[in-house]
Structure formats: structure tokens, C-alpha cells
């Protein structure tokens, strides 16, 4: 398989993913029930939880996982997102989200060819997104407490800026590790994942910056 054979497999599963998050917010949104279910003060910090642990489990086993579980893996942490997800349905209008959703994919497309294409070496620039990352969560749970919604953009759009950068480096990184080792298990779905995250975090961002709200 070529290198770029192998990069179209990571984006069909990050597609793939999408899709399952998009279709399973759609739904639930669309079920009182199951809305008022996912959003009580039990449901949502369970769900919440069961993310964290799904996401923190597939990126540090998912090389050692069979493909069969590397998959069904991934499908099922795009499901429990889509669980949350369900919200984005309800508070904005579904102009904003396609809008926004075509804006994150031009910005993906752009910046997965700079990965791609790229001499630089951006793995030197690890370290320095996830002191980023680090710093926006920390201020974020802050903000919770402070509730601002100036420093609440700012730190949307500082969010956009890392993950953009982590798009670029998770691409070339995926990349690097197919080209010193054709035959890594999972690596397509490794690839997927990262990148998966990289998309919602941007779309989410751009969401809170400039989507409408659905005032019915």
C-alpha cells in the first residue's frame, strides 16, 4: 500500500466516525426522552466519564488491540460522543452546524496536505501543542467558575489554532511511523482517531464562536 493509499484509509475512518457522531446526534436530539435521560445530572457525568475512559484506553492500547477491536473501538467512542453531541442539534440551527461542518473540513483539508507535503519536521512542535492543550483545559475549567464569555472566545480561538497545528502533526506523525513500519497494526485507525478528535475539537470551537443559536 502507498503512502497516500494508506493516508486516504486514515480519512475514510475519521469520515467514518463522522458520520456515526453526526447520524447518533441527530437522532437522539430528536427524542425527548433521550435527551432528558443523557442530560441528567447522573447520565451526563457518566457518559462523560465512559468518554474519557474510551478515548484514554484506544490511544495508549489501541497498537496492541486486534483490528476487529480497534475498530469496533473507535465506532463506539464516535457513538458516545454522538451521545453529547445530541446537544449541538437542540442549541444550534442546522444551517450554522453544515456551515460550520463545511469550514472544518476545508480547514482539515489544507492543513492534512501541509502534514503531508511538509520537510519540516513538526515533531518537535509536540511538545509545545500539548503544553498548549494543557493550558487551555486548565483555563477552561477555571472559566467554568468565572463564567466570561470574552475570555470564553479568546480561548476558543486560541483551541482552533492548537488543534489546527495538531492536524498538520498527527498527519505527518501517522505518516512517519507507516513509512518505518508498513505493516503496524491499526496504525489507519491510530491515525483516524487523532485526527477524529482534532475535527470535532476545531468544529466545536467555530461553533462557539460563530454559530446561531435555534431560538424555537
Do not use: H
Amino acid at each position: 500500500m502507498t503512502v497516500s493509499n494508506f493516508l486516504s484509509k486514515v480519512f475514510l475512518w475519521m469520515f467514518v466516525g463522522l458520520m456515526v457522531t453526526f447520524a447518533t446526534g441527530v437522532l437522539v436530539s430528536n427524542s425527548v426522552d433521550a435527551l432528558e435521560f443523557i442530560f441528567s445530572d447522573g447520565g451526563y457525568w457518566i457518559l462523560i466519564i465512559a468518554e474519557f475512559v474510551t478515548v484514554i484506553v484506544l490511544s495508549a492500547r489501541m497498537q496492541k488491540m486486534s483490528p476487529t477491536a480497534a475498530k469496533f473501538g473507535f465506532i463506539f467512542y464516535s457513538f458516545l460522543t454522538g451521545l453529547t453531541f445530541s446537544a449541538v442539534f437542540v442549541v444550534y440551527k442546522i444551517t450554522s452546524i453544515i456551515a460550520v461542518f463545511l469550514i472544518t473540513s476545508i480547514i482539515m483539508f489544507v492543513f492534512a496536505i501541509i502534514g503531508a507535503k511538509t520537510k519540516m519536521d513538526l515533531s518537535k512542535f509536540g511538545t509545545y501543542l500539548l503544553m498548549a492543550l494543557l493550558g487551555i483545559i486548565i483555563a477552561g475549567i477555571i472559566n467554568i467558575f468565572v463564567d466570561n464569555g470574552t475570555f470564553d472566545m479568546v480561548l476558543c480561538s486560541i483551541s482552533i489554532l492548537v488543534f489546527v497545528g495538531y492536524i498538520a502533526y498527527d498527519v505527518q506523525k501517522v505518516k512517519t511511523i507507516y513509512e518505518q513500519n508498513p505493516s503496524a497494526d491499526n496504525l489507519a485507525i491510530y491515525g483516524a482517531l487523532n485526527l477524529y478528535l482534532d475535527f470535532i475539537n476545531i468544529f466545536l470551537d467555530l461553533l462557539r464562536l460563530f454559530g446561531s443559536s435555534d431560538n424555537n
